[in-house]
């Protein structure tokens, strides 16, 4: 496919899981980028990766989030001990160097029960 | 640091009228600005992007936004909506230079009433 693609779509766990999402840019973007989108609420962003440089992680709310890239490749997105407030929408968005726009996914919805 | 702000949460209008979504920004260095729709349970679609020159811009599905560096604001225009256009707006800004995120406003929910 052409565009960012996201799995899985939906993900329904338990607090105190660990959950991992992922992400496929789209081949050849040099930018990869999470966001977290809350009910109701605008995107905030949580790391970018570009390229090998080292990733910008400024946006992680907690040392229970972290992510790995290989490469220009895939990207996974991993909460440990999730929490309620956890539950949002997981977005990802890819893009070549800026001005370049960034194309997103259509998302990882994550419910904690 | 930067910030956006869309001063509209939501916004009811009837088909074929015109509609106006405000977006003001705040940042001490220049900006990229960009408008991106997201329809339910989609990811978001880039409608229109600033980059430099012309301070009008036209996107897709008809829709545009000008820049007005003085007011700080990139309001989104459209002269006349359709139902397809009921969707979440999100007014972004990135740096020119430095960080490469988007800063993102809460969003404007188009409400398209027949």
């Known amino acids: 496919g052409a565009g960012v693609s996201q799995s899985p779509s939906n993900k329904v766990t338990e607090k105190g899981k660990d959950v991992e999402l992922r992400c496929d840019p789209i081949s050849g973007h040099t930018a990869l980028y999470w966001y977290r989108q809350r009910l109701g609420q605008g995107l905030e962003f949580l790391i970018y990766f570009q390229g090998n440089s080292a990733p910008d992680k400024s946006g992680l709310p907690s040392d229970r989030f972290s992510a790995e890239r290989t490469g220009e490749s895939v990207s996974t997105l991993t909460i440990q001990r999730t929490q309620q407030e956890d539950s949002a929408v997981y977005l990802c968005?890819?893009?070549?160097?800026?001005?370049?726009?960034?194309?997103f996914g259509d998302g990882t919805r994550l419910s904690i029960l | 640091a930067q910030s956006v702000t869309q001063l509209d949460s939501q916004v009811p209008v009837f088909e074929e009228a015109p509609v106006e979504l405000r977006c003001n920004y705040s940042?001490?260095?220049?900006?990229?600005l960009f408008w991106y729709v997201q329809y339910p349970n989609q990811g978001l679609q880039l409608l229109l992007k600033?980059?430099?020159?012309?301070?009008l811009v036209k996107g897709i599905n008809g829709f545009e936004a000008e820049f007005n560096k003085s007011q700080t604001s990139f309001h989104l225009r459209k002269p006349s909506v359709h139902i397809s256009d009921t969707a979440e707006y999100f007014c972004a800004v990135s740096f020119i230079q430095g960080a490469q995120k988007l800063v993102f406003g809460q969003g404007t929910r188009l409400t398209i009433n027949p």
């Open positions: 600033y980059l430099s020159g012309s301070t």
């Open positions: 940042s001490s260095v220049s900006v990229y």
């Open positions: 968005a890819s893009s070549l160097a800026l001005p370049q726009p960034q194309h």
